[in-house]
């Protein structure tokens, strides 16, 4: 139903930030809940951040809680992760997500939309 292309990956120093766009084609991102997971070689994927549907609930992992900023631009039909003060150990691939009209969710098993993922590596 819905397509989504992430971007804005890339190679920083540590401490420094970049922003990730997700576009979304073939449906509005109004009727889903959105998600960021990250995932490292040999790791698990990971709940970053996302938001319901309604988009009056939004959720963060810990290990972000302060550093990260998830958004959306209904007009362009885009989510976004702004990501600031970043650690080596925040090299992933980082995946957005969709879930028709769904709860907020960690779990990534919950969705059913993905992204191909963009390539985040911080040097330190």
């Known amino acids: 139903q819905v397509q989504l292309v992430e971007s804005g990956g890339g190679l920083v120093q540590a401490g420094g930030s970049l922003r990730l766009s997700c576009a979304a084609s073939?449906?509005?991102?109004?009727?889903?809940?959105m998600g960021w997971f990250r995932q490292a070689p040999g790791k698990e994927r990971e709940f970053v951040a996302g938001?319901?549907?309604?988009?009056?609930?939004?959720d963060y992992a810990d290990f972000v809680k302060g550093r990260f900023t998830v958004s959306r631009d209904n007009a362009k039909n885009t989510v976004y992760l702004q990501m600031n003060s970043l650690n080596p150990e925040e090299t992933a691939v980082y995946y957005c997500a969709a879930k028709f009209r769904g709860r907020g969710s960690s779990r990534s098993a919950e969705y059913n939309y993905w992204g191909q993922g963009t390539q985040v590596t911080v040097s330190s």
């Open positions: 073939g449906r509005s991102i109004s009727n889903y809940a």
């Open positions: 938001f319901s549907w309604s988009a009056f609930s939004i």
